[in-house]
């Protein structure tokens, strides 16, 4: 198995297929941190869409200082970002519908644990959306993507220092979003 600098090295010397491994490799790890950055699965898939397309048209420029996916990943995020600030607030019911999503179903779980385990996960998804831009892409990084403090730093361009705290406090942000989304009587 090539590594992702072998695999740069053959896509710059004309091997498509290269940056096709490049792609298949990372596209499903990347596709999940942008559904939380991007706001809906449709627009994660334009992201990753646009992402691997500016990658592969810039590819010269990769300076091989980080990782692939980590320049990858800043590619998309800045996209996504850039996507979010240029929508409307408006959501159709196919994209709340999309922000549900399919949750993998476990055979062992009876009908009121998987309701009870979606409305858990739409709860968590509604309250990353309703975080700021910063805070969602640093918890985004960090819980689902299990990427340490250095990584995170690395992707953002941060102290790691700076990331703490915006850890902390994204956290506590999410952590009083949940608390008053609990609190509101529903309207069922």
């Given at each position: 198995m090539k590594?992702?600098?072998?695999?740069?090295?053959?896509?710059?010397?004309?091997?498509?297929r290269a940056f096709g491994e490049l792609v298949t490799r990372y596209q499903d790890r990347l596709f999940t941190a942008m559904v939380y950055v991007a706001g809906s699965p449709s627009d994660a898939e334009d992201v990753?869409?646009?992402a691997f397309?500016?990658?592969?048209?810039k590819l010269?420029?990769?300076q091989r200082t980080s990782g692939f996916y980590t320049?990858?990943?800043r590619i998309a995020f800045n996209l996504a970002v850039s996507r979010r600030r240029r929508r409307k607030p408006e959501v159709s019911v196919e994209e709340a519908r999309e922000r549900g999503g399919a949750e993998p179903?476990?055979?062992?779980?009876?009908?009121?644990e998987r309701i009870e385990r979606d409305e858990g996960v739409e709860r968590v998804r509604t309250a990353m959306s309703?975080?700021?831009e910063e805070h969602r892409a640093i918890l985004v990084l960090r819980e689902i993507e299990g990427c340490c403090y250095e990584?995170?730093?690395d992707v953002l361009q941060l102290p790691v220092g700076t990331v703490r705290s915006r850890i902390h406090r994204a956290r506590a942000q999410l952590r009083e979003i949940l608390v008053e989304e609990l609190r509101e009587p529903s309207d069922i």
């Open positions: 590594d992702d600098f072998e695999l740069i090295d053959h896509t710059l010397a004309g091997d498509r990753l869409q646009d397309i500016q990658a592969y048209l010269r420029t990769f320049w990858i990943y179903i476990c055979g062992q779980m009876g009908a009121s309703r975080l700021g990584q995170i730093a």
